[in-house]
């Protein structure tokens, strides 16, 4: 399945089993999700869902993966 994985800033596709744990695809690609809101297609992800595979979450054919960071507006 095709994965287009990042941030709300920087994005790359990805060729991905289903049964990938996307919290081992974040990490290869270094995406730190310690910051920021995990979203797959649009949706918040909810805790726990990290440790679960693509199929789990019911995506096997394409989906984004993003971190989205909220810019600091330095107040």
Request: a negative charge; aromatic letters at 4%.
């Amino acid at each position: 399945m095709k994965v287009t994985i990042g941030t709300n800033h920087d994005r790359k596709d990805r060729i991905v089993e289903p049964t990938t744990i996307l919290r081992d695809l974040l990490e290869e690609e270094k995406v730190d999700y310690a910051i920021g809101i995990l979203h797959l297609d649009g949706s918040a992800l909810e805790k726990g869902d990290i440790d679960k595979s693509f199929a789990d979450l019911g995506k096997t054919d394409r989906c984004f993966l993003l971190n989205v960071v909220k810019a600091d507006d330095g107040t």
